[in-house]
């Protein structure tokens, strides 16, 4: 695991909203699996002390890459950040996305949901797995490349949810898995039609993790349990990003 300074390399601005950093993590970068995360923050001085949690979008050792949307004053001091400024990161952390050889996958993506699964799919790919991607945004400003679009307002793609896409796709096709990143009530409806087709869901949950570690407890979950209230708790960075959907009790 890496904790200091690391120096951005690269940045990429997508369009208002959404723009990529990368890092040169060394030999490290070879270690990072799908679904991990880092917790970062500007090394510069700043009002906001914590670190906040970002998957890692993309590896070519030695370095990864961070794609990061701007939603509030967090955000907006990352997106000033430059090649030669330096970020305070941590990690990587958490668990990975499940992969077996040769099957068949769908991978359900909304919104900023989008960079892990960009990391799954090209692993997939060498795995010798099949990959169908779907994904789903607001607007034509959360959209990025997939097999099949959708945006809430119909300025890209399809009008309408991803997951009536999902709907759709599994009337008429068998995956063998599928995979989920996007806000809750997006992965939610994903776990109910995954659930009503028998069909394996593995979900990476978005939550703000301010430790990244298990210990502030600020991103737990419920979860399914055997003990005598059935019921259970479980934090998305230690024990997860990545849980198997029927896991989850989605509230």
Not at 56 to 64: A, T
Not at 181 to 187: A, E, H, V, W
Request: hydrophobic share 40%.
């Amino acid at each position: 695991m890496f904790s200091g300074l690391a120096e951005i390399r690269d940045t990429v601005h997508l369009n208002a909203f959404y723009f990529v950093h990368t890092v040169n993590l060394g030999d490290l970068a070879q270690q990072i699996k799908p679904g991990q995360f880092f917790e970062l923050k500007p090394s510069i001085p700043s009002q906001h002390r914590l670190r906040k949690p970002f998957s890692v979008y993309g590896v070519q050792s030695p370095e990864i890459s961070f794609m990061i949307r701007k939603t509030g004053p967090a955000t907006e001091q990352f997106s000033l950040l430059k090649p030669g400024d330096r970020l305070d990161i941590i990690g990587p952390l958490g668990n990975s996305f499940p992969i077996e050889p040769g099957k068949q996958a769908l991978l359900v993506s909304g919104g900023i949901g989008y960079p892990p699964l960009s990391l799954l799919k090209k692993e997939l790919l060498k795995a010798g797995n099949q990959v169908w991607w779907m994904h789903g945004g607001r607007t034509k400003d959360d959209i990025f490349p997939a097999d099949a679009i959708w945006t809430d307002d119909g300025s890209a793609g399809q009008t309408g949810f991803v997951t009536d896409g999902l709907l759709d796709y599994l009337q008429s096709h068998n995956p063998d898995v599928v995979y989920a990143c996007g806000p809750k009530p997006m992965l939610k409806t994903c776990a109910g039609i995954a659930f009503e087709h028998r069909i394996p869901l593995f979900v990476s949950l978005e939550e703000y993790m301010a430790c990244g570690i298990g210990v502030c407890h600020g991103c737990a979950v419920k979860v399914k349990s055997d003990n005598s209230i059935g019921v259970d708790c479980k934090t998305v960075c230690k024990d997860g990003p990545v849980f198997n959907a029927d896991e989850i009790i989605w509230e």
